[in-house]
């Protein structure tokens, strides 16, 4: 007759040894995002209309007459930044030659400004169009600008589902919207 085998409890003393050991990073700004299981906004967060005075809480650096530059509130690098039209569009084929026209200028600034501030080895340019895509607002279409270094991404975001970012998004705010009003 086969013996079953024998189930070890635990070793908590182990087990506390190596959670004591173990490095913890702490990404607190994403818990609103995690929290919110999947669920959209009351109000599209890219219809943002003319009142400047809450740019700063929006995260907008920067302005133009018919899009807009806005740090990602959930950046996979520092000065993770999008780019989006004034007018509520859904798709990209809807928008007219001047918007498009301005949006690739504004990626332009964007990049030349993180250029300036951060040094990156490269950058991520690129829109999700629809759900499928992997569109996180798929009612209103943006182009992200992502810096990217050689291993920022590494282990991190793969096995961790973490990304680590050196900087509060609040002083890259500060420091992106001053560079871009140069």
Not at 17 to 36: E, G, K, T, V
Not at 53 to 80: K, Q, W
Not at 129 to 140: D, K, T, V
Request: charged content about 25%; proline content about 5%.
């Amino acid at each position: 007759m086969e013996r079953a085998p024998l189930l070890r409890r635990p070793n908590r003393r182990r087990l506390r040894q190596r959670i004591h050991n173990m490095d913890f990073i702490w990404s607190p700004w994403r818990y609103d995002y995690l929290a919110s299981g999947g669920r959209k906004p009351s109000s599209c967060v890219f219809c943002i209309g003319e009142d400047r005075t809450h740019d700063a809480e929006r995260l907008i650096v920067f302005r133009g007459d018919h899009n807009f530059i806005i740090l990602n509130l959930f950046p996979y690098t520092s000065g993770h930044v999008m780019v989006a039209p004034y007018e509520h569009l859904d798709s990209l084929a809807s928008a007219k030659t001047e918007q498009l026209t301005e949006m690739m200028q504004l990626s332009q600034r964007a990049i030349a400004a993180l250029q300036a501030l951060y040094r990156p080895e490269g950058f991520n340019l690129g829109m999700n169009l629809g759900s499928a895509a992997g569109a996180g607002i798929r009612e209103h279409f943006h182009l992200h600008v992502v810096p990217r270094w050689v291993g920022d991404a590494n282990f991190m975001t793969v096995s961790g589902e973490t990304r680590v970012l050196p900087e509060e998004l609040h002083t890259t705010y500060e420091r992106l919207k001053s560079e871009l009003a140069r």
